[in-house]
């Protein structure tokens, strides 16, 4: 499997609110950041992705382009759905991740905070 394989299986699983494809194509011990903020650990990223699927409609990535490194992957894709107040949510989001031996261990996702102030107003 490639590291672009992997990257696939990881938003499909996010997406799919598939917590055991998540915890397949992670390492236990993974670190998220998003926009270089405090770490999350894999268990406060299900959290958060349960919240995120609870809040938002129809959450779905679309338009990914993906490449493989020697190291993992980066993805960049949109984030769309339809927020608790009616409006679109549409993000654009990159995403830098490490890859070892076929386990995705950190993650850097930068995303527009401006523009994803409807989702963080859902989420509190």
């Known amino acids: 499997m490639t590291n672009a394989d992997i990257a696939r299986q990881l938003f499909a699983a996010l997406a799919g609110q598939d917590e055991a494809a998540v915890r397949a194509v992670c390492s236990p011990d993974l670190e998220v950041?998003?926009?270089?903020?405090?770490?999350?650990?894999?268990?406060?990223?299900?959290?958060?992705?349960?919240?995120?699927?609870?809040?938002?409609?129809?959450?779905?990535?679309?338009?990914?382009?993906?490449?493989?490194?020697?190291?993992?992957?980066?993805?960049?894709?949109?984030v769309r759905g339809t927020l608790p107040d009616g409006k679109p949510l549409e993000l654009a989001v990159c995403v830098v991740a490490d890859v070892k031996d076929g386990k995705v261990t950190f993650v850097r996702e930068y995303v527009d905070s401006a523009a994803s102030a409807g989702l963080v107003a859902a989420l509190r």
Request: proline share 4%; glycine share 8%; no cysteine.
């Open 33 to 78: 950041r998003q926009n270089n903020g405090p770490p999350m650990s894999l268990d406060s990223l299900l959290k958060f992705n349960r919240m995120v699927g609870k809040a938002v409609t129809g959450f779905r990535y679309e338009d990914a382009v993906r490449s493989a490194t020697d190291t993992g992957f980066v993805e960049e894709h949109a």
